[in-house]
């Protein structure tokens, strides 16, 4: 089984002539192992089946440098749940990746190799560059192109990808230009381990983290350019990640996590604060028990928060758009849009009958 772009498999009765062609992308975080499959509908798709585990394959990786047995172990079940979806759903054309976690362990390529061994399943390791562009591909729909720029930060379980996204005479549909991107090794797991919350949650503690965070942000001098637009108000966030999600959760004050209900939708800056707050006030007990959150993910929430925060104060906008997409999705999109009947290129021959060398 192949995870690299174009790399295709035994294909479904009827094949893409029949239009329901099933294309797969997996997305091997530190802390998530997520799965999509689809077919092509119109300008998009249609989900078929979607796998979502947390693995935690990060974890303790800060420290140690290596993934350790047991984050590998919970990694390699959920990749052969996996695999075994993808052929029985006889996907045509499969994308794996792998991001921060497989990037920075010293055991990373090891793990890779373990894991085409013994789930078939081929893990391409990318930069934190295409990261960023999947993830705007993936949110491309969620652009408000009315206004003159967006800041899509996925924020991950090893690190943060930002990308600045000018909308200015970009075109209706399609990939706008990114004036600059940035990658910061923080993402919910690494923060969450480099602070340990301690008993409570304070007030102290989250705001180092937001501090630590916005210190990295302003280091980063690529994007000045683009700052007037954001001082005039004139741009937007997209915020993707299961703590962002989870923050949209509880300020819509959901019985359970729907996602229909959350992608897409607009929180204001106030909204984001209040609903850190509300965190904040939470223990860990009581932050497990909110439905929108649940026992994996209550201790890392407030991390995604104050990453959130740091964002929202290093380059405030009024507006944020919460997005239940991201990778996936960009990869899935990546696939589709080259499925067409490839031409064979006819090679030219010389006088004499024989083909250029």
Not at 120 to 128: D, F, Y
Not at 282 to 289: G, K, P, W
Not at 292 to 314: H, K, M, S, T, Y
């Amino acid at each position: 089984m192949r995870g690299r772009e174009g790399d295709k498999l035994p294909r479904a009765p009827g094949g893409e002539k029949g239009g329901d062609a099933c294309y797969a992308a997996l997305d091997l975080g530190t802390n998530n192992c997520r799965l999509l499959i689809a077919t092509p509908a119109n300008s998009g798709f249609r989900v078929v089946e979607a796998y979502s585990r947390i693995v935690r394959l990060g974890e303790g990786l800060t420290q140690s440098g290596q993934l350790s047995e047991a984050a590998m172990d919970r990694a390699l079940a959920a990749l052969k749940v996996s695999a075994e979806k993808v052929r029985r759903r006889r996907v045509v054309r499969f994308r794996a990746i792998a991001t921060q976690a497989c990037r920075i362990a010293d055991n990373g390529q090891a793990f890779v190799d373990r894991v085409a061994a013994e789930t078939g399943v081929r893990l391409q390791v990318i930069s934190p560059q295409e990261e960023a562009r999947l993830s705007v591909t993936g949110c491309l729909n969620l652009l408000d192109r009315s206004t003159d720029a967006a800041l899509v930060v996925d924020v991950g379980g090893g690190s943060t990808e930002l990308s600045w996204v000018d909308l200015r005479d970009a075109p209706a549909t399609g990939m706008p230009p990114i004036r600059a991107w940035l990658s910061i090794p923080m993402g919910v797991v690494t923060l969450a381990e480099r602070f340990p919350e301690g008993e409570t949650a304070t007030e102290a503690w989250f705001r180092a983290m937001v501090d630590t965070v916005k210190a990295e942000l302003a280091a980063f001098t690529r994007a000045e350019p683009m700052r007037p637009i954001f001082e005039a108000d004139r741009a937007h966030l997209i915020g993707t990640s299961g703590a962002i999600t989870s923050l949209a959760g509880l300020h819509l004050k959901l019985p359970r996590y729907d996602r229909n209900r959350v992608d897409g939708i607009w929180m204001t800056r106030d909204q984001c604060d209040a609903a850190a707050g509300r965190l904040l006030a939470l223990n860990a007990r009581e932050r497990a028990e909110e439905p929108c959150i649940g026992p994996d993910r209550a201790d890392l929430v407030l991390a995604g928060a104050a990453i959130l925060q740091a964002v929202q104060e290093q380059w405030p906008c009024t507006r944020v758009r919460v997005a239940d997409r991201g990778l996936r999705e960009g990869i899935l999109l990546s696939l589709m849009s080259d499925r067409g009947p490839r031409r064979r290129r006819k090679r030219r021959r010389g006088r004499n009958g024989r083909s250029p060398q």
